[in-house]
């Protein structure tokens, strides 16, 4: 099992993807106790920026991180240590909010909001996270080679969710799903003209799932016809690039 965090809002920015494996000891994630706001991820003693700056992350508090995660045999532990903002994870069932003291465990992916806007994805998977000689190195390398038949099955494990959660009319769920599936094609290109075709339009239904969730003039309880169709479409054509390369 292979558990890691990648800060998403500039994954599809940089020429790597930064992952912060999860492994045999917590990984703490607070900010800096200075005038940058600087929002780190602590492991082992080690300090790893995520290249994000938020003030309304907390700091430490008498040592310890506002958000503490710890690896477990099915997934990971996340838990509010100190934060006295509550700390949201979006999970597929939904949205869960911790408030100071409380935790929760995940055993699939999920989105930890903090602050007033770090978005930072942890990842419970198996095989595609790169592995290096170096136990000390937190900066993997995002490669082609990352694309293959275990990357092909999780997308492919999405995608079901995606059609179940779009035919049942799941707005909220079938946005979470769509946005794990974006977090994946970002995470994991691959060299294929229709690759920035796919992403673009992943893009664009991501955003309107998005504003019918959260403008309150629009229902989101039902999803017209045309959209499911294109949101499946879509699916499908994710996962036949990932199935050929």
């Known amino acids: 099992m292979k558990r890691y965090l990648i800060p998403i809002q500039h994954a599809d920015q940089a020429e790597t993807v930064q992952r912060i494996p999860i492994e045999e ?44 995660l710890t690896p477990t045999s099915h997934g990971i532990y996340v838990k509010n240590l100190t934060s006295t903002n509550p700390i949201s994870i979006q999970t597929n069932p939904g949205k869960t909010e911790l408030e100071k003291g409380e935790s929760v465990e995940i055993t699939d992916d999920c989105i930890i909001e903090l602050g007033i806007g770090v978005h930072i994805r942890a990842a419970v998977r198996g095989g595609i996270e790169v592995q290096t000689e170096d136990p000390r190195h937190v900066h993997e390398q995002q490669s082609n080679q990352q694309s293959g038949p275990e990357v092909d099955a999780y ?14 009319e799941s707005v909220a769920e079938c946005r979470t799903q769509i946005q794990t599936l974006h977090d994946t094609v970002v995470e994991c290109p691959v060299d294929n003209q229709a690759y920035s075709e796919i992403k673009s339009n992943l893009d664009q239904v991501l955003e309107r799932l998005k504003a019918k969730v959260e403008n309150p003039r629009l229902s989101e309880d039902n999803l017209a016809d045309d959209f499911k169709t294109e949101i499946i479409s879509l699916t499908d054509r994710v996962e036949g690039l990932y199935a050929r390369n």
């Open 155 to 168: 997308v492919r494990k999405v995608g079901e969710l995606i059609r179940t959660r779009t035919e049942n």
């Open 25 to 68: 000891v917590p990984v703490g994630i607070y900010r800096l106790d200075n005038d940058t706001y600087d929002v780190v991820a602590e492991a082992n003693g080690r300090t790893i920026e995520l290249g994000v700056q938020d003030a309304g992350v907390s700091r430490k508090h008498n040592g310890n991180p506002p958000v503490e």
